[in-house]
């Protein structure tokens, strides 16, 4: 394999630190052109995995910064190969320069190096069999985690927790198939051959395995992309002073005005530890203002493609009754969960929050009286989102399926489980339940990785950044 290098941290602007990492074989020599240990030894002769100081050479051999460099022979690397870094002050033209002269050095040595792509140290982890697929995207979700219930998932599944949890999976399956072969292939052998009850027993745990795994996506999907919600209510109803009140600042237009929000509003909050994307929408009702009209029509489609919907309306106004039904009937309609909130709890004085009796509508998860002026039930908000969304049993972090290929992919092992088993109880012959126990290794080796193919890997670690 070619020597990469990359800038792995600093770069975008001025910080305090940069990380250059380098990996493949050879790189040892490269690195030992552009830094000059403090030490006096020579780059390959540096004690590995232990920081060093020393000078960082630009392309004509001139400092260019003091900093300190570390080398990971391989395979006790990340990527399995021989791989270095180094770590210097974070201005990007240091690390820009210090890029180059490894290229340049690359050059001279005999052995080329050029820039990473996009992924590509940790793809090569994966290719070098230290990290499965299911651990790799792992990599990616830890630092994109916008909560730490995410960043706990994801580092328990970098750990290995998914893998782990499919392993029985896997070894069960392994011990019908290859029995089976073993009996047909070396009839003269003395093979004990795979009895039934064993293979049904087998394969009933096979599907509680994988269901479990699948009955948490929904927990999984709200970890890493959050819960798309719509705040919906008619004009004045308060819906863009919780917006801001969940924001924590001003980050819609506020007045006493009606029809002030023309347009959709997004924003993400952590929300009794739920991370909500919250759309603030033009207030529901009839217009002959074309603009106010568009805003309206895009509230109603932000409330059909929510997994949440917060429905405001003002506490401390008893009028409108007809509008506020039909307002609750569209919710109802949307078939989504929702809470109702009456809001401007410090104007009216009142806990309006029992809806549920009304006209026999649908329930809401939860009703809330709040004030986000002085932030009165707030707190009741929190804790109905947060038991709409639980964040699951300690035990579970690590083996949630966050991605929609993972997914996808134990959901055909499952399947292909059940046929199996479906098979086995109707007495058909051995080939046929194999042919099923296969498709289902097949599956769960597209998901580990162990059988993915190029272009389902290529798309994986196309959304890494570049320098991981």
Known sequence: ???????????????????VRVSGPGCFSVCGRVFRAGNGKA????EPRKMVLGEMLDR????????LAVRFPGPRSYTGEDSAEFHCHGSPVVLRELLAALFAAGAVSGTPARQAGPGEFTKRAFLNGRLDLTQAEAVVDLIDAETAAAARNAAAQLDGGLRRRLEPVQEALLDITSRFYAVVDYPDEDIEDVRPEEAAAALREADRSLTALLDGCRRGQVLKKGVRTAIVGLPNAGKSSL???LAGYDRAIVTDVPGTTRDTVEESVLCGGVLLRLIDTAGLRETEDQVERLGVERSRRAMETADLILLVEDGADEDAWLEKMGLRDAVVMAGKSWIYIASKRDLSGILKTDVRSLDGKAAPAASVSLSAVTGEGMEELEQAVAALFPPGAPEEAGSLLTDQRQEEAAGRAREAVRRARAALEEGMTPDAVLTDAEEALEAIGELTGRTAREEIVSRIFSRFCVGK
């Open 1 to 19: 394999m070619d020597v990469i290098a990359a800038v792995a941290a600093g770069g975008g602007g001025p910080s305090a630190i940069g990380v």
């Open 43 to 46: 780059f390959e002769e540096l």
């Open 243 to 245: 917006l801001n009140a």
């Open 60 to 67: 004509e051999g001139r400092v260019l910064d003091r900093g």
